[in-house]
């Protein structure tokens, strides 16, 4: 939304949310202190704020006041009941698409921006159709148009998007959110597609992304154990114009608010339609994905002779991936989680996530600062990888940040009780000079 009242100073764009503290952090007169951090978010919030740029909690009054509404509520996997733990959750769309139906006024052009499984754009028309039908005059026509922005690329993703898709049956609308779209994006790359192909468009792209991990990362298993490298493989793999050379960095498994929940969306939907072999086939990406992390936790206690109790272990990176402060799904809560259930104590830092964000992760407090051979593990924030790798027998490398590609191996290497590991899972660091100051070394890809 920052973006569009960016490029078309003529719309005002009001974000509003339930969420009063939110909305004060958006409205927060210190840039630095957005509640997301995506590099250059700030900026752009900065020149439209205030302008065509607002941050309220009226949420019935923007939507009465609004020509075109957005809903750009999460959608998590359900937890409970029938389809619990692969169908999305759709209680806040259902919410919102309620409140759109009572507070609109005249024709108002409803937009599901958040992902949302094949044919719910159904039940969204449902409830404002009997809105319509109440005889205020109120008419409303739905609009799919799924997003595809990255975090940590976000601006620029938005900024020159490889296409933008509008799902809809009202040519007129289409074309007025086209309209918008049209401000900076080249009209060939706005497609136009009915709203169950947009729908589905949008979990299938993300099953292939993440379908092209788990499958770097299955050869990357078996690199490690015939003497191959996946990064050699990926580039050999990767000059084919066919196969192409994105999306094959071989690492600690995938995360992300995105693609586990939409593929486990599409295999829900699958099975709902009866084929059981599609349904088990993209279960089966996220299943080696769950694998890929298992195996980095267990070859991590397996090469520190078969405990980590009692031993303390930097990590470093927990977000789910560089230039972002978001853990969803972040592979380090896994893998966190799994070396202290082994009675490891592991000193987390990472250069964005807060250590309250990874208390509530991880499920524990700090705590179990001094590393015992009690047995019971724990973690304690560390400020940096230096101080992290103070007295630890291993540094763990989980995110991908572009510091950690200089660190200084020699003064890590001082401070650690030796013998000592790297274990670097995104391939990232120096792994000559980690080996040149003496730590052994295990790369993920690597025999
Ligand atoms: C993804 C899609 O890319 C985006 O189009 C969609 O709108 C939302 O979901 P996002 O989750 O923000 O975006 O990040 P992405 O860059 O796709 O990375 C997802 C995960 O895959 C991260 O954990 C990342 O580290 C991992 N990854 C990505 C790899 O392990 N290897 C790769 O080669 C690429």
Redo the contacts with the bound molecule.
């Keep these: 939304m920052a973006v569009i009242a960016d490029h078309c100073p003529e719309i005002q764009v009001t974000v509003v949310d339930l969420n009063e503290q939110r909305i004060a952090a958006w409205n927060d007169a210190d840039l630095s202190r957005l509640p997301v951090y995506e590099p250059g978010l700030d900026a752009v919030v900065g020149r439209a704020r205030g302008r065509n740029l607002h941050f309220s909690t009226e949420v019935d009054a923007a939507i009465a006041a609004a020509d075109m509404v957005f809903l750009a509520v999460n959608t998590p996997t359900k937890t409970r009941g029938l389809g619990a733990g692969q169908a999305s959750d759709l209680r806040w769309i259902e919410a919102s698409a309620r409140q759109v139906a009572t507070a609109a006024r005249g024709h108002t052009i409803v937009v599901e921006k958040s992902t949302l499984p094949v044919r719910t754009a159904e039940t969204v028309t449902a409830i404002l159709g009997a809105a319509q039908a109440d005889g205020q005059g109120k008419t409303f026509s739905v609009l799919s148009n799924p997003?595809?922005?990255?975090?940590?690329t976000a601006i620029a993703d938005l900024e020159s998007p490889d296409r933008v898709l509008i799902g809809g049956e009202d040519a007129g609308a289409i074309e007025a959110l086209a309209g918008v779209y049209g401000q900076w994006v080249p009209d060939e790359r706005i497609l136009r597609t009915n709203v169950w192909s947009s729908e589905l468009s949008k979990l299938t792209?993300?099953a292939f992304?993440?379908q092209?991990?788990s499958s770097?990362n299955a050869i990357a298993a078996l690199c490690e154990a015939t003497g191959a490298a996946v990064r050699e493989v990926a580039r050999a793999i990767g000059t084919d114009s066919r196969i192409g050379p994105?999306?094959?960095?071989?690492?600690p498994?995938?995360?992300?608010?995105?693609?586990q929940k939409d593929i486990l969306n599409l295999v829900y939907l699958c099975r709902h339609y009866g084929l059981e072999e599609p349904a088990a086939y993209w279960e089966q990406v996220v299943m080696l994905n769950s694998w890929q992390q298992q195996r980095i936790a267990r070859l991590v206690v397996r090469n520190l002779f078969g405990t980590v109790t009692g031993k303390r272990l930097a990590v470093l990176g927990f977000a789910?991936?560089a230039d972002?402060n978001d853990t969803r799904e972040?592979?380090a809560i896994r893998i966190c989680r799994d070396l202290i259930e082994e009675g490891a104590t592991l000193a987390i830092v990472d250069p964005k996530v807060e250590p309250e964000q990874i208390a509530r992760d991880l499920g524990c407090s700090p705590g179990g600062g001094a590393a015992s051979l009690s047995g019971e593990g724990g973690w304690v924030p560390a400020a940096s990888p230096e101080e992290a790798a103070r007295g630890a027998d291993a540094v763990l490398i989980l995110t991908?940040w572009g510091a950690y590609r200089q660190l200084d191996w020699v003064a890590i290497a001082a401070v650690m009780r030796h013998p000592a590991w790297l274990f670097d899972a995104r391939a990232v660091a120096d792994a000559a000079a980690a080996r040149a100051a003496g730590l052994n070394v295990w790369r993920v890809g690597e025999g």
């Design positions: 997003e595809f922005l990255a975090e940590g792209a993300n992304l993440a092209r991990i770097i994105k999306f094959l960095q071989a690492g498994g995938f995360g992300g608010s995105c693609f789910f991936k972002t972040a592979p991908e």
